[in-house]
């Protein structure tokens, strides 16, 4: 896939889901400033979907079992930073957004 902000092409891996860009670089305010609560929610738990983090959340689990790529296997997950630093970077937005309700 082409990341039109660094402009670079990325190999795609099964797992990518919607938002592949959150395993590759630190996202920036532009990639996330129109998405609505709904998808960043889905960007942000995304991430841990890819390591087979098990949802507590009934919707979250439902929506991520749909998906080919997700295997639920654990409670505790590793991120690196990149995921680290795109985790909070989205949870900003998130309250932003909740605020301004």
Sequence with gaps: FFDEVTCRWY???PNDGLFPITRVRK???????YLSPQELR????????????????GDLQ??????????PSTKTVTLNSIEQ???????????????HK
């Design 11 to 13: 190999t795609s891996q």
């Design 85 to 99: 630093y795109n985790i909070l970077l989205i949870e900003q937005q998130e309250q932003k957004l909740k605020q």
């Design 62 to 71: 439902e929506y991520f079992m749909q998906k080919p790529w997700y295997k």
């Design 42 to 57: 889905i960007m942000r738990n995304e991430i841990f979907a890819r390591h087979g983090y098990i949802f507590v959340s």
């Design 27 to 33: 996202l920036i305010y532009e990639d996330i400033m």
